[in-house]
């Protein structure tokens, strides 16, 4: 499966963006998908997590600022991001984890800064 990610782009501390992942083929089958993020100089982290039954998981950091959703009709994941803080900027990756293995997708950018 090949995932597409966007929605990135330049937001003020406090803003929101809405991170898109659209996939190549249905994602009703998919057990799990979500977003990692790699910031300069770090590794790469779990941000959030989303199950074929939608249950979500989130990373402590951003718990109550981020919303993981799919939409199976549209084959897209999305992650909807509010209060974001300077330290959210980072490469978001989004990601699927398939009977016949885990695919990326190509990373999009989100800078938070004033």
């Known amino acids: 499966v090949q995932l597409q990610a966007s929605g990135g782009g330049l937001v003020q501390p406090g803003g929101s963006l809405r991170l898109s992942c659209a996939a190549s083929?249905?994602?009703?089958?998919?057990?799990?998908m979500g977003w990692y993020r790699q910031a300069p100089g770090k590794q790469r982290e779990l941000v959030a997590v989303?199950?074929?039954?939608?249950?979500?998981g989130y990373a402590d950091s951003v718990k109550g600022r981020f919303t993981i959703a799919r939409d199976n009709t549209r084959d897209t994941v999305f992650l909807q991001m509010s209060r974001l803080k300077p330290e959210d900027t980072a490469v978001y990756y989004c990601?699927?984890?398939?009977?016949?293995?885990?695919?990326w997708g190509q990373g999009t950018q989100v800078t938070v800064s004033s």
């Open positions: 083929r249905s994602i009703a089958t998919i057990d799990v």
């Open positions: 990601y699927a984890v398939t009977m016949t293995g885990d695919y």
């Open positions: 989303i199950s074929r039954d939608s249950s979500p």
